[in-house]
């Protein structure tokens, strides 16, 4: 069984600065991307940034360009999400989230995600 557990969500000011990580255990599997994702009280779960297991591409959101990074620790079996210049509609319980190792959809797609962490609340304040 794969699980994966995301830590470092908190409550911040606006203009400060998070970092989340997500790690992996339980049985071995691969994955070809890792992907974090978001969902506000009353919306659907939006995509914010993915990274390709083994190519280290990175895609991100539009809203999240130039504030948000993603990043990966291989050794580790972790992805990471640095959160920058954080503002008040960034709040949301924030998800990462694994693909198989064939892709099942588009990246940015909830739906093409396997493994699903239990999530972490992100708040910030005006």
């Known amino acids: 069984q794969v699980q994966l557990v995301e830590s470092g969500g908190g409550l911040v000011q606006a203009g400060g600065s998070l970092r989340l990580s997500c790690a992996s255990s339980?049985?071995?599997?691969?994955?070809?991307?890792r992907g974090w994702f978001r969902q506000a009280p009353g919306k659907e779960r939006e995509f914010v940034a993915a990274i390709t297991w083994n190519a280290d591409s990175t895609y991100y959101t539009n809203s999240v360009k130039g504030r948000f990074t993603i990043s990966r620790d291989k050794a580790k079996n972790t992805v990471y999400l640095q959160m920058n210049s954080l503002k008040p509609e960034d709040t949301a319980v924030y998800y990462c989230a694994a693909q198989g190792e064939v892709p099942a959809g588009l990246i940015t797609g909830v739906g093409s995600y396997d493994y699903w962490g239990q999530g972490t609340q992100v708040t910030v304040s005006s």
């Open positions: 339980g049985r071995t599997f691969s994955s070809y991307a």
